[in-house]
């Protein structure tokens, strides 16, 4: 069906559907849809009900937090090959953060309850995406960390 | 004067009775020389001006063990029977406190002149084979290094040597160790062997014969000659058998984290005094000594030592923050990356460093424990030609005039502001004018030291290179970068350089090219950005990947800009966290090119930010397929002289003003990683 | 004095924070119907407690504590320390180390009168509020000052290392003496030192002082052959003669209300006044003729014992002895064979009293069982000449309450002033009292 | 400061000299730097130094040059006021640095001490610690010594005017000492010397004056007082709480030395000994 060859095709476009089995990007293709959000629009909303998993065919999405008496900071874009919306798979399924496309910005979107009956129900399919999750979780954790450092700060002393 | 002389004597042996010494002394004070020996002061035989034979300590000797040190009385009239005091023929030759540069501000600008020291003519008595070797060692370091220390060479030269063969080594001597000693082979003007009744003397340099001929000695008789081999050689056996040293070089450089360090740490006060005493030290820090209103001032060359906390500080602290690494750090340079450095080891075995250690830490144990290790192999620097490419474009870029050779100590060479670019709030670009072919000779990569008077000279990376001049960019971070970036048009400052070794430009050609840039590390990264644009046909894709902390850390924004709407390369940019305004990519550098399928093969990369940031973007790029030996970064560290004279920015076995900054994975090797080298 | 009804019947003369004085102290002067009924000079130096410090501690440690009680006559209180030390366990020192101390003294004298002649006092005569301002108009003056100055400082670094706290002097002798060639390298600085004395005498000798007349007990060392500084009697100008370790035979001590001090007066209750005006008049026979030259030249000496604003004359005096005579001691000067004599400390009681620059410091020290500080008596200049003060403060009011306020108790302050008050010396010695009572 | 608002001829700086608890030996350093003096005093605007001048300011101060302890109620109250005037506060000497010798007086319970010196307790204010400035307000820079030393003095001084940092060396007393060219009395002499732990700024002069050093200076970063005692000849167990009670005992690591030996002579504590408390 041409609607998931489409589908398919930018699943396999990018790290996450690229690093799948074919049988396996086949079958999530199968449960996905894609849809395309305007700039500034929002995909996920701190705190709010987690419905839907994606993976960024092209564009950009900003991954940002609101401290209350400040402005808002981005502290992640996510780009093309990515997935958003992990916390669709991980209970509480709660957004840890607010995601507002900063471009045109076209996903490929899964149904987050079905998504997980297909992953309960199929081992394989679950090993190959959970992975792939995994993955992209402990990346963004590794960034988070360095960032801390804040490397390019300035030191507080210097010699000249 | 002391020139170098082969073991065998020059001219005749002669003998000098006992109480005849004051003619030579005399005839050397005729020479107009200081006469420079050993005199008792202070419970100790130290060096001082002596006016006769009368001064020397006749009849007294000193014994010495791990932290002690005591005069003996023999009561003979022997005036040089014993070992080596607490001082070190250094003092003359490479004292304490040396000026080595003025600098002025005037209505014209400011000026810098150096203040090379005119020595009144030396004599030293009583140098013993120990402190020869140590003497050849700083000749070696000092005057045939890729600078010179002016101060030095002017004292060397105004130096005549009066050698004496050891009679009566200490607990502490392990000469026969190190093999310079007890035997006086080589590097005197005059050697004498002290026997009972006179002195059996040998002439080392044609000064040495000559002022030995005016004298018309006799010939000694060939019963003084064997009284005298006796001596030496009852010297030689008094030290037991030699330790077998020949470990000490790998065997150290491989026991970075040996459990002994943490153990002699714990006793290690961090005093500095063995390196004080060591008669081969040679780590200096200059000292700013300006007037009231800052109009002059006067920059001393001081004793500093790598037991001293602000010794190796940078920018956000030290790099060897604890004792644990400043005592490897001096046994390790003594013993092993010294003969990486300067094909020797930088001990001479005088055991000075034993004797005057206050809790008597003998280095002989110390190496007995820790340098038991097997040998590492040691990759070799890699010599980077100094032409830059054929294709050397006619607009910005290195010029492809070869570079001179460092500049020595004193030169400071005084530029013009031409205009400034505010960069940042706190980074400003100078836009210089010289037309100093040296400086307009440098390349990509290089720095120079800038400097103001009344401030202390701060390393900045060259961020371009014009026909005309060269652009400095300077992020005000202390009192002395403050006061750079203050600079206005037609105000003048003091540029020493170009120093170090730049990036491999060459090593581009036919390759594709990977700049990665971390915040201000934009900089040094610039000049080759230009040559990339210049000879874009030499050479493959070109990938530029920029990590800032925010978008109001970016540096050279248009300038960017250009660059990615130009397309001659790929450009991406990230930055560490944003506002709400900026719509570019937030997140780490490593970000821009961890999920890139590109094939790095046939790339080579260079990488400058913090340390922290290179290993990780290092990382990424091994992934990608470079290799550690096509992966160049440009290491921080507390440059100094900028000529690898003074010690500071030591990185292992490497200095990193003159080896450096440049360097590629494969040279450093653990020392990149490893925490407090 | 008279006094006419326009004036109201009581005024008060008040300075909260005297300057130009070492240490913090106050004044208090209340005038009713022209009749001075309170002169308190007050003294609000925080109290450090020396007595007390000292206890436990072995002599030679004493020595580097004491000096901290004062830092511009530091060796005076080492001086005085040694002495009593010396005198408890029976040492006699090397004459040459004996020279070195009245050296080290010389060089104390000289430092302290030229920052008291040229930067504390001569302001009031000449109408200024300090030196630095002085140097605008005077530059000559001030710098010459500040030469002679750094001859003293350069005296007290050549025997003890450094100007101020400094850390040769121990029981017995010296950690180190200089060498003859040290020695000879500042005779060039002296000789200047002493012309720089002379200029100073012919300076202050002109420096009109307010008329002010009386009849003061003086008391000081005093010794046959020598200017009064290490050694010699105490005596008075009403006849005491006794030995520097019996000071409490002929001094007592009370407390006042007002002050953070102790009060000094003679057994019979008698107030009287130590410093240069005192030695110049007890002991003018033994200055270097130089000195005496000059006094008489300046025909001053009756004035310099009955008007305290003349002191700024002994001062220069002074000044030009302690020139002449470092000239002699260094002229003379051969290292003793050893720096200190060995000695063993034990249990025993020692007390001495020098001349300080501001008179006489009297020391006595009790040591335990194993040569210990058990306790400590610490009497300075100031503190007995408090009283003496505060008598004259009354006897000189009612000559200058005539004068606008302002005007009037800048003349109190200059009175203050000549007595060259050691505020920090005096701040300890509320805990001696104890010490008797305890 | 850059050089070319320098040579706008800037404002003299408003230059403040004060004391609280001490002897005015560092004070009188200013006036010791003899060949400088009046140049200083053309470059700065000494607007209160009461020792040296009649004329009185109670602020605002540019730098304020500040010595003594802080012992009094009173003193600690002037204390804030002053530093709320105050640009760059800069503590000179041991007693502002350290709290100097009276510090001792803090093993001591306050009150038994007090009772014993005063005959009239309630008469005498003084808190229970002469405890150094930097225990009560931000402290801009300081100069360590029992005195000061003039050389450190004139280069703060000097650093202040050009707007650089002052270089006073966190380094031991032993490596100027070698400069020096002295002998080491550990070694050749066997003389307790602190030496080793204390900061450098005297110059190394006891050592070169044959005696051991009595740290007025204070410790050094990372002083190794450990291994000092353990590895250094001249401490013997009896002495140590006396050696390191001196002009800088109140400062770390030189406190718990004193603290671990029983504190210092003639010490009267209280029922737990006071020395490692806080002050305040």
């Known amino acids: 069906m041409s609607r998931d060859t489409g589908i398919d095709a930018a699943l396999a476009s990018g790290w996450f559907g690229a690093g799948l089995p074919d049988a396996t990007r086949a079958r999530l293709a199968a449960l996905a849809e894609l849809t395309s959000v305007a700039t500034g629009a929002v995909v996920l909303r701190e705190g709010a009900e987690v419905d839907s998993f994606g993976v960024v065919v092209d564009g950009r999405l900003a991954i940002r937090l609101a401290v209350p008496g400040r402005t808002a900071m981005t502290v992640l874009t996510v780009e093309p090959g990515d997935c958003i919306g992990w916390s669709a798979l991980v209970p509480p399924h709660r957004a840890t953060s607010t995601v507002i496309a900063t471009e045109p910005t076209t996903v490929v979107t899964f149904d987050g309850p079905a998504l997980r009956t297909a992953i309960d129900a199929d081992p394989v399919l679950a090993a190959a995406v959970l992975w792939r999750v995994l993955e992209a979780v402990s990346r963004r954790l590794t960034a988070t960390r360095t960032q801390l450092l804040d490397l390019f700060a300035r030191a507080d002393q210097e010699p000249w | 004067m002391t020139q170098p002389v082969s073991p065998v004597a020059q001219g005749p042996i002669r003998w000098l009775p006992l109480d005849d010494l004051d003619r030579l002394l005399d005839a050397l004070r005729a020479d107009g020389r200081t006469i420079v020996g050993p005199v008792v002061s202070d419970d100790a035989i130290v060096l001082d001006e002596i006016a006769s034979a009368g001064d020397l300590p006749a009849g007294r000797g000193a014994e010495a063990g791990p932290g002690r040190y005591r005069l003996t009385d023999r009561g003979d009239a022997k005036r040089f029977d014993h070992a080596v005091g607490p001082m070190s023929p250094k003092r003359w030759t490479f004292p304490p406190r040396a000026p080595i540069r003025v600098a002025r501000r005037t209505g014209a600008g400011v000026r810098f002149a150096s203040a090379d020291a005119r020595p009144a003519p030396l004599a030293l008595i009583g140098v013993r084979a120990c402190e020869l070797a140590a003497l050849g060692i700083q000749d070696h370091v000092l005057l045939d290094g890729q600078a010179i220390d002016g101060d030095y060479r002017a004292r060397r030269a105004a130096t005549f040597v009066v050698a004496v063969e050891c009679a009566t080594p200490t607990s502490t001597c392990f000469c026969t160790s190190m093999g310079t000693g007890p035997e006086v082979r080589s590097g005197f003007d005059v050697a004498l062997t002290e026997l009972d009744e006179g002195y059996v003397v040998r002439t080392g340099s044609p000064a040495g014969s000559a002022l030995i001929d005016s004298l018309d000695l006799p010939v000694a008789d060939p019963s003084a000659l064997d009284a005298a081999a006796v001596v030496v050689a009852g010297a030689r056996a008094a030290m037991g058998t030699p330790l077998d040293m020949t470990n000490a070089h790998a065997g150290l450089a491989a026991a970075p984290e040996h459990p002994g360090w943490a153990a002699v740490a714990e006793r290690c006060l961090g005093c500095t005094n063995c390196t004080l005493v060591c008669p081969t030290c040679f780590c200096t820090s200059v000292v700013q000594k300006s007037d009231l209103d800052g109009t002059t001032s006067t920059e001393e060359r001081t004793w500093d030592s790598c037991f001293t906390d602000g010794f190796a500080k940078v920018a956000g602290g030290s790099f060897r923050p604890h004792g644990t690494d400043r005592y490897r750090q001096w046994l390790t340079h003594k013993f092993s990356s010294w003969w990486d450095q300067f094909g020797s080891s930088g001990c001479v075995g005088c055991g000075r460093c034993i004797a005057w250690c206050p809790v008597g830490i003998d280095v002989r144990e110390e190496l007995a424990v820790i340098a038991g290790v097997g040998p590492v192999p040691m990759p070799q620097l890699r010599t980077i030609a100094l032409a830059a490419p054929a294709s050397a474009p006619a607009t910005a870029s290195a010029p492809a005039t070869a570079s001179a050779p460092a500049p020595a100590l004193g030169g400071y060479v005084t530029v013009h502001v031409d205009g400034m670019t505010r960069e940042t709030a706190d980074t400003v670009t100078l836009h210089l004018r010289t037309t100093d072919r040296r400086l307009l000779g440098g390349r990509p990569g290089q720095f120079v030291m800038a400097a103001l008077p009344a401030f202390s000279a701060a390393p900045i990376s060259i961020s371009r290179f014009r026909r005309d001049g060269l652009d400095l960019t300077i992020r005000a971070a202390g009192p002395a970068t403050r006061a750079l970036t203050g600079l206005e048009r037609g105000e003048t400052l003091g540029l020493r350089g170009p120093l170090g070794r730049g990036w491999p430009v060459e090593e581009m050609t036919g390759r594709d090219v990977v700049i990665v840039a971390g915040g201000i590390g934009l900089a040094p990264l610039r000049p080759l950005i230009d040559i990339c644009l210049a000879a874009r046909d030499t050479i493959g894709t070109v990938r530029l990947y920029l990590g800032t902390r925010t978008p109001a850390d970016r540096l050279f924004v248009s300038e960017v800009g250009a660059l990615v709407a130009g397309g001659q390369m790929d450009v991406r940019e990230t930055v560490d966290r944003a506002g709400p305004d900026w719509l570019g990519r937030v997140g780490i550098v490593t970000q821009l090119f961890d999920r890139a399928t590109w094939d790095g093969r046939n790339a080579v990369a260079f990488i400058c930010g913090p340390e922290r940031m290179m290993q990780a973007t290092s990382e990424v790029l091994f992934g990608r397929g470079i290799d550690l030996d096509r992966t160049w970064v440009t290491l921080e560290r507390n440059m100094s002289c900028g000529v690898g004279l003074c010690g500071h920015c030591q990185l292992g076995r490497f200095f990193v003003c003159k080896d450096g900054p440049v360097f590629s994975l494969a040279e450093l090797g653990p020392a990149f990683t490893m925490e407090g080298l | ?438 | 400061m850059s050089p070319s608002s320098r040579r706008t001829a800037p404002r003299r700086p408003r230059v403040g000299v004060v004391k609280f608890a001490s002897c005015d030996g560092c004070q009188l350093t200013v006036l010791d730097l003899e060949d400088d003096l009046l140049a200083i005093a053309e470059r700065f605007d000494i607007v209160e130094f009461p020792e040296a001048t009649s004329r009185r300011s109670s602020g605002p101060f540019d730098v304020l040059l500040v010595e003594g302890s802080i012992s009094t109620d009173e003193q600690l109250e002037e204390l804030l006021r002053l530093r709320r005037e105050t640009t760059t506060l800069v503590t000179i000497g041991a007693c502002a640095t350290a709290g100097g010798i009276q510090a001792i007086r803090n093993w001591s319970d306050h009150g038994r001490w007090a009772a014993t010196v005063y005959p009239r307790p309630e008469l005498v204010d003084s808190l229970a610690f002469a405890t150094p400035v930097a225990d009560h307000v931000v402290v801009d820079a300081e100069l360590r010594g029992c005195p000061i030393d003039p050389r450190q003095l004139l280069e703060l001084l000097t650093a202040l005017v050009v707007g650089r940092r002052p270089q006073l060396p966190d380094e031991s007393v032993c490596a100027e000492c070698k400069r020096r060219g002295a002998t080491c009395v550990v070694v050749a002499s066997g003389i307790a010397c602190l030496g080793p732990v204390t900061r450098t700024g005297c110059g190394a002069l006891c050592p070169a004056y044959g005696r051991g050093c009595y740290g007025c200076f204070g410790p050094r970063g990372d002083a190794n007082v450990t291994g000092l005692l353990a590895g250094a000849p001249g401490f013997d167990d009896a002495d140590v709480a006396a050696r390191f009670a001196g002009f800088t005992v109140w400062a770390e690591p030189f406190r718990s030395v004193v603290d671990a030996h029983g504190g210092p002579p003639g010490a009267m504590p209280a029922s737990a000994p006071r020395g490692s408390e806080d002050p305040r």
């Open chain 3, 1 to 438: 004095m008279t006094t006419t009804t326009r004036r109201p019947k009581t005024r008060t003369f008040e300075v909260a924070g005297l300057t130009r004085v070492e240490g913090e102290g106050s004044l208090r002067l209340v005038v009713k119907d022209g009749e001075v009924v309170e002169a308190h000079l007050g003294i609000f130096e925080a109290p450090r407690y020396f007595e007390r410090l000292v206890r436990g501690r072995a002599p030679d440690e004493v020595l580097d504590i004491v000096a901290r009680i004062c830092g511009i006559c530091p060796v005076a209180y080492q001086m005085s320390a040694v002495h009593a030390f010396e005198a408890a366990a029976g040492i006699e020192v090397d004459p040459a180390v004996r020279a070195l101390r009245r050296l080290l003294y010389c060089g104390e004298w000289i430092e302290s009168h030229a920052l008291h002649v040229y930067f504390l006092h001569a302001p009031d005569f000449l109408g200024y509020a300090s030196a630095i301002e002085l140097a605008r108009d005077h530059r000559v003056l001030v710098e010459r000052a500040l030469r002679l100055k750094k001859a003293g400082n350069h005296l007290v670094s050549l025997v003890g290392g450094r100007p101020i706290h400094p850390v040769t002097v121990r029981v017995g002798g010296f950690y180190h003496v200089p060498s003859r060639s040290e020695m000879t390298a500042v005779r060039a600085e002296l000789t200047a030192a002493l012309d720089l004395a002379l200029e100073t005498v012919a300076v202050v000798e002109g420096l009109e002082p307010p008329t002010f007349d009386r009849e003061p007990r003086l008391v000081s060392l005093r010794h046959p052959t020598e200017y009064p500084m290490n050694d010699g009697r105490i005596v008075s100008t009403d006849g005491l003669d006794l030995s520097p370790t019996d000071w409490e035979d002929a001094f007592r001590e009370d407390q006042v209300g007002w002050s953070n001090a102790l009060q000094a007066r003679t057994h019979a209750g008698e107030v009287y006044l130590l410093g240069p005006s005192s030695r110049i008049t007890l002991a003018a026979g033994q200055l270097h003729p130089r000195a005496a030259e000059a006094l008489a030249r300046t025909g001053l000496a009756e004035e310099i014992r009955r008007n305290p604003f003349r002191s700024i004359v002994a001062r220069a005096i002074e000044l030009v002895h302690a020139t002449a005579e470092a000239l002699d001691i260094i002229d003379d000067y051969r290292p003793p064979e050893r720096p200190s004599v060995a000695w063993t400390s034990g249990p025993g009681v020692g007390a001495w009293a020098t001349e300080a620059p501001r008179g006489l410091l009297f020391h006595c020290y009790e040591l335990d069982e194993v040569g210990r500080v058990a306790t400590a008596r610490i009497v300075p200049p100031t503190s007995q000449n408090q009283a003496a003060i505060e008598a004259d403060l009354s006897d000189f009011a009612p000559s200058v309450l005539h004068l606008p306020r302002d005007e009037a108790t800048h003349r109190f302050e200059q009175l203050i002033r000549s007595y060259d008050p050691c505020i920090s010396c005096a701040t300890h010695f509320l805990d001696l009292r104890v010490e008797t009572r305890a």
